[in-house]
């Protein structure tokens, strides 16, 4: 296919944007503005569909194909989508509440059948577009509307969920780590099979501070892992921390910067059993990681159906009219 110059302006749709002035979905979708110009592909060769929620409004904000779908429903759509053209680069946009609650058995079988959707979950651990009830991922304590108390639920960790599904392709990127996090939209789109992206973002009413630690200059290298295939899993301002892993039990070493020792751990984004074990790492007891947890490869779900197509060829041996007139069919009076 032939390749289309498009700047990131080309995929605005010049609607007013409709989201509270300082909330991180502004840098998202800019950023996936630039990764779909970057692709070298045709407007007429993406579709954005989206669930409910403020994340959800996304489809409006960009020049392709679209489609605004039900609460937690944007998978079956771009499922469908995804099978009827499977040459388009189809994008399901959702939250912590529309991809992980509503949808959240969307979202498994999504995952387990490898289809090559382009999944981009907006994650700020609230209910933003109701007004402040929690989500599944809203952490222990949190109050909220449906919590005032503080939260008592254990929460998700949607990048270890997608990782313990066996997704081909696992992400987690900060609304501001620009570099960082346009890097992994652009991995994400080249992916052949589900690519399952997470992104922390704040809500400027209800979680405003919920992220700051991890974006403040200073604090941030302390309490960030930047993990990338074939590099030891450092962190820290000065670059003295690791993490090591003893029987199957990951710590943290503490080093004169400038050196790192060989039982610092090297990352394999293709070792799912390292993918699931970092995925896992939380604050207080380790840094947040962030980039590309796993990338594997396997047929897609769209590829192993066409396939399938192609093998039964013009027999009329499945079609529904043979098969609702054959000897297994039976008839209720």
């Known amino acids: 296919m032939e390749k289309t110059k498009l700047t990131a302006k080309d995929f605005s749709s010049n609607l007013p944007v409709k989201w509270c002035p300082g909330c991180g979905d ?58 009827s053209k499977p040459e388009l680069s189809v994008w399901v946009v959702t939250g912590d509440g529309d991809g992980l609650s509503i ?8 995952i387990r059948r490898n289809i ?62 620009i570099p960082g996090t346009s890097a992994i939209l652009e991995r994400a789109a080249k992916h052949n099979g589900t690519s399952f992206v997470e992104v922390l973002q704040k809500c400027v009413p209800f979680t405003d501070k919920e992220f700051d630690p991890l974006k403040d200059p200073v604090a941030r290298e302390d309490l960030l892992l930047r993990i990338e295939h074939g590099k030891p899993l450092v ?25 790192v020792p060989k039982e610092v751990a090297v990352y ?9 074990l970092v995925s896992g790492f939380t604050q207080p007891e380790f840094p947040v990681p962030v980039g590309v947890f796993k990338e594997t490869r396997k047929p897609s779900y769209e590829e ?21 007139a054959g000897p297994d069919a039976w008839e209720i009076k």
Do not use: W
């Not at 058995?105 to 999504?110: C, E, V």
């Not at 382009?118 to 304590?141: C, D, E, H, M, W």
């Not at 000065?238 to 503490?254: A, H, L, Q, S, Y």
């Not at 093998?311 to 098969?323: C, D, P, Q, R, Y």
């Open 26 to 83: 502004f840098a998202i979708l800019n950023m996936v503005q630039k990764t779909l110009a970057g692709m070298g592909l045709a407007h007429e060769n993406y579709a954005v569909i989206s669930g409910i929620g403020c994340s959800s409004r996304f489809p409006y904000y960009v020049n392709t194909y679209g489609f605004h779908t039900l609460h937690g429903r944007a998978l079956p759509v771009a499922t469908g989508v995804k099978l």
């Open 103 to 110: 949808g959240g058995n969307h979202m498994l079988h999504a």
């Open 116 to 177: 090559g959707l382009k999944i981009v979950l907006f994650n700020n651990r609230i209910y933003a577009l109701t007004k402040g009830q929690a989500s599944p991922t809203t952490q222990p304590g949190t109050k909220t509307k449906t919590t005032p108390l503080g939260a008592i639920d254990y929460p998700f960790n949607p990048a270890r969920f997608a990782v313990g599904l066996d997704c081909t392709f696992v992400a987690r990127g900060l609304d501001n780590d």
């Open 235 to 259: 962190f820290g301002r000065n670059k003295d921390k690791g993490i090591v892993f003893r029987n199957f039990r990951p710590e943290i070493i503490e080093f004169k910067s400038g050196g």
């Open 268 to 276: 394999d984004e293709t070792n799912a059993e390292m993918a699931y």
């Open 304 to 324: 192993l159906y066409y396939d399938q197509v192609a093998s039964v060829g013009n027999t009329k041996e499945h079609e529904l009219e043979s098969l609702l």
